[in-house]
């Protein structure tokens, strides 16, 4: 039962920082709560099940097709949205709600073409579970956690060894200043837009296979992503990652004294408790 | 016929503008950003719903409505005291989605997804309003007394403290002015009035299930808030009026009603959006969204 949990964990943890790690990407840059992109991961997993599964593309083009549509979708939002929004100066307040608008737009999209019924992307047949020691993991789920370990170390070499990652990283930190030394802002903002959004779109397609697609499936991951977020300390990405682990973890072993529908509001109330005790997360530093 | 769709689209302007005028205390007058107002409203509903299922008169139903819904923003207040922006805009989201969670999970009590149905149309001084005219009277006669009280408010001196603690906290907290106390008030009075509207519409539609309360339900009453005005009470109630008009005529085109749910989603946020971009302070805001 334990191993079981902690695998289980452990899966809900990747899929966490999937939504997490690009939230907090944008968020290190912008400065702002980027509320719609979990409808960002809930689209590409749309597109996904179109193209494969409605329209019999071959699943590999449908996967990077999803993939580009999300870091487009992401662009599009940023430039729509946000960037007018920012060119007035709106305070962060204003960006969160216009976000929270862009998610209920999205959503609301969603289930006018695809109406509110579950689906599924049923790419790999349902497969026997592997047994470790009388835990149970399928090896779509084995998928699912090797391709976000890749993905973080690929995001961590991206942050510190490339030019974009270390103008990205200036921007997070002092954006007066990297705009001084000639890093353009606004170009960081629409990069970190576009591969927050990959990612985001990588993880709307794992969770579709492992799970089954909702329209409002991205309300509830941003909010999961943001709770992880700042876990593990806001505007940090191996913070995010961290947090998603820990996030995944609480829900898990908490459904052990709880029935499993109160899963979304163990979440919540971490969410409170960190808000309140530890604002800037585990990794996070305190700013004055 | 006719008059019976407009008698219904009247009631729910009216349960709108007590949703949204309780908001607007909340958000204009105190500059709370509080996400959490439909989980008062759901708050609001299941309590008189469970209590008139038990048997107990109406009045007492609204008024344990409100006074539970006030509870719960008094219990909120404690915990959301220091944030701002948008943390508190999470924590109190985060509320909403507690909430959701408890009616879906809680099975014993709120049947979870099955719902309440059959929730009795109320009956006041022996006169039923059972049906929709009387029912309208009874609503606007509640969002008239609403207005007024929270019109009150805003100009008492309770109400310019709470402004002034909106606009300066620490200038506030320097006279003397006890901001959480304040803004703890601001929040339970706003809850109070979010389960009255709760109740009435409970009572209005008969049937309630956890599906009535989610995150979707806050885009209409977030969009009059912010369309007619942050602090402006007329504002508000003119933007319930349009804004429950607006995706009216869809219905009149022929959607099927899977199509004309998320459409008038869409029309709200859009609405929302381009009010942020091009006229944040909405219609008649004295003050700037922060």
């Known amino acids: 039962m334990f191993l079981q949990l902690l695998i289980n964990s452990l899966i809900a943890g990747a899929i966490y920082a ?135 170390i690929l995001l961590f070499l991206l942050m510190k060894k490339t030019r974009i990652g270390k103008a990205m990283r200036a921007v997070a930190d002092n954006t007066e200043v990297a705009e001084i030394v000639g890093i353009s802002a606004e170009r960081i903002h629409s990069w970190s837009f576009i591969i927050g959004s990959a990612i985001a779109g990588i993880g709307g397609i794992l969770i579709g296979l492992e799970q089954n697609l909702e329209p409002t499936m991205g309300t509830n991951l941003v909010i999961k992503g943001f709770t992880a977020a700042i876990i593990g300390g806001i505007g940090s990405v191996p913070g995010a990652v961290l947090g998603s682990f820990l996030l995944g973890a609480a829900e898990n072993f908490g459904i052990w004294y709880l029935p499993s529908g109160y899963k979304d509001a163990i979440a919540f109330v971490i969410l409170f408790i960190f808000l309140l005790f530890r604002s800037q997360g585990i990794l996070g530093i305190k700013k004055s | 016929m006719f008059s019976a769709y407009i008698i219904h689209l009247l009631i729910l302007i009216g349960i709108y503008m007590i949703l949204s005028l309780s908001l607007q205390l909340a958000m204009g007058y105190s500059g709370l950003l509080n996400l959490g107002h439909v989980a008062f409203y759901a708050i609001g ?30 219990l909120l207040a404690i915990p959301t005291n220091k944030l701002k922006g948008d943390y508190l805009a999470l924590a109190t989201l985060g509320f909403t989605f507690v909430v959701y969670a408890v009616t879906l999970n809680w099975t014993d009590l709120t049947r979870g997804p099955l719902g309440l149905p059959g929730i009795p149309k109320p009956v006041l001084f022996g006169i039923s309003f059972s049906d929709n005219l009387h029912f309208l009277f009874l609503t606007i006669t509640i969002a008239i007394i609403s207005y007024l009280i929270i019109k009150q408010i805003a100009r008492s001196p309770f109400g310019k403290a709470l402004q002034a603690a909106r606009d300066d906290e620490l ?120």
């Not at chain 1, 494969?52 to 979708?73: H, M, P, Q, R, T």
């Not at chain 1, 695809?114 to 090896?139: H, M, N, R, S, Y």
């Not at chain 2, 709200?268 to 969204?289: N, T």
């Open chain 1, 18 to 152: 999937l939504v997490a790690s690009g939230f907090s990407l944008i968020y290190s840059t912008c400065k702002f709560v980027h509320f719609a992109h979990g409808a960002v991961v809930a689209f590409s997993a749309y597109i996904a099940y179109l193209l494969f599964s409605i329209w019999g593309l071959n699943f590999w083009l449908a996967v990077i097709l999803a993939i580009i549509f999300g870091a487009f979708l992401g662009w599009l939002i940023n430039v729509l949205v946000y960037r007018p929004l920012r060119r007035k100066k709106s305070s962060s307040v204003i960006l969160l709600i216009a976000g929270f608008a862009t998610l209920i737009i999205l959503e609301s999209l969603i289930l006018m073409f695809f109406g509110a019924d579950v689906k599924t992307i049923d790419f790999i047949q349902t497969a026997e579970g592997l047994e470790f020691f009388g835990a149970i993991i399928t090896p779509l789920q084995i998928v699912i956690v090797i391709v976000s370990v890749i993905l973080f």
């Open chain 2, 45 to 74: 509903a299941y309590v008189s719903a469970l209590l008139a299922l038990a048997g107990v008169p109406f009045w007492i139903c609204i008024i344990l409505a409100g006074l539970v819904a006030m509870l719960f923003g008094f």
């Open chain 2, 171 to 290: 200038a506030a907290e320097i006279l003397g002015k006890n901001t959480f106390k304040l803004k703890s008030y601001s929040l339970a009075i706003s809850a109070f009035f979010a389960g009255i509207a709760g109740s009435l519409y409970a009572h209005y539609i008969t049937f309630i299930d956890p599906s009535s309360f989610t995150i979707m339900q806050l885009i209409p009453v977030l969009a009059i808030v912010i369309i007619g005005g942050l602090a402006s009470l007329e504002g508000t109630l003119l933007a319930a009026i349009i804004l429950t008009l607006i995706p009216e005529p869809l219905r009149f085109i022929g959607f099927p009603s899977s199509i004309i749910g998320p459409a008038r989603q869409i029309i709200y946020a859009l609405i929302l959006l381009l009010i942020l971009i091009f006229r944040p302070r909405g219609f008649f805001g004295k003050v700037k969204l922060e």
